[in-house]
C-alpha cells in the first residue's frame, strides 16, 4: 500500500514537442493512435492497451511550465493537501481547467514536474 492510501489510475509521460503533427505520426508509427487532440496537447493511447500513453505538449495551455509526468490519482484534492504538507514546490496551483481535469504541478526531488490530475 503507498505512503499516502491514493490510488494511481494511470502516469503517462509528457513529452514537449515543437511540431505535435510530425512527432504523432511517429508515434503513430509504433502503434500508438490519438485519443484527444486540443492543438497544444495530443494524447497518444495503445489500442490494445489504453493504460499505455503518451502525452505531447507544445506549451500547456493554462501553466507556465510543462510538466515531464502527468500521474492520474482518484483524489487529486488529497494528493495536493499531502504534497503541501512535505514543503514540496507547487509549481501551478490546484485549477479546475476548462478541458474538464482538476489539477496541479508539484515539482519532485530531481526537479520534474509533475503534473497531477483527476477527471471530472
Given at each position: 500500500m503507498p505512503k499516502s492510501g491514493m490510488t494511481i489510475r494511470r502516469a503517462v509521460p509528457d513529452i514537449t514537442t515543437t511540431d505535435p503533427v510530425a512527432t504523432s505520426d511517429f508515434y503513430q508509427l509504433l502503434g500508438?493512435?490519438?485519443?484527444?487532440?486540443?492543438?497544444?496537447?495530443?494524447?497518444?493511447?495503445?489500442?490494445?492497451?489504453?493504460t499505455a500513453q503518451i502525452i505531447l505538449i507544445t506549451k500547456d495551455a493554462a501553466a507556465s511550465v510543462n510538466p515531464d509526468l502527468s500521474v492520474e490519482v482518484d483524489d487529486v484534492d488529497a494528493a495536493y493537501e499531502a504534497v503541501r504538507a512535505t514543503g514540496a514546490e507547487i509549481v501551478h496551483p490546484i485549477t479546475d481547467e476548462q478541458w474538464g481535469v482538476r489539477r496541479f504541478f508539484v515539482r519532485d526531488p530531481d526537479g520534474n514536474v509533475v503534473n497531477v490530475v483527476s477527471h471530472r
Open positions: 500508438f493512435r490519438e485519443e484527444m487532440n486540443l492543438g497544444w496537447v495530443v494524447n497518444l493511447v495503445s489500442p490494445s492497451d489504453p
